[in-house]
């Protein structure tokens, strides 16, 4: 398994709502992660993935919600979202995708 397979196995998807459009004012980027996956595991896959310097790794789990669908009840998956802050003049654009 190579390294680059690695990462895209801790970093999901770009998280691209209302909230992380502000963080990504103040340097900020805001990604979907494995949940088992840790701080040191989500900077090294950033910096090896986009090529920038991590500053902080903050992360946050999302509880899945009950809902309902045809009258069956579920529940969606809980999630961990990591907010990367960057070093000062590094920059990810989002929207080109992984």
Do not use: C, W
């Not at 801790?10 to 502000?22: D, Q």
């Not at 805001?30 to 090896?48: C, H, L, R, S």
Request: glycine letters at 8%.
């Amino acid at each position: 398994m190579s390294v680059k397979t690695e990462h895209y196995d801790v970093i999901r998807r770009p998280v691209i709502t209302e909230k992380a459009t502000l963080a990504s004012e103040s340097g900020a980027v805001v990604f979907e992660v494995a949940i088992d996956a840790n701080k040191p595991q989500i900077k090294e896959a950033v910096e090896g993935l986009f090529g920038v310097k991590v500053k902080a790794v903050n992360t946050t789990i999302t509880k899945g919600k009950q809902k309902r669908f045809r009258g069956v009840r579920g529940r969606r998956k809980d999630f961990k979202k990591a907010y990367v802050t960057l070093e000062e003049g590094n920059t990810i654009d989002v929207t080109t995708g992984l």
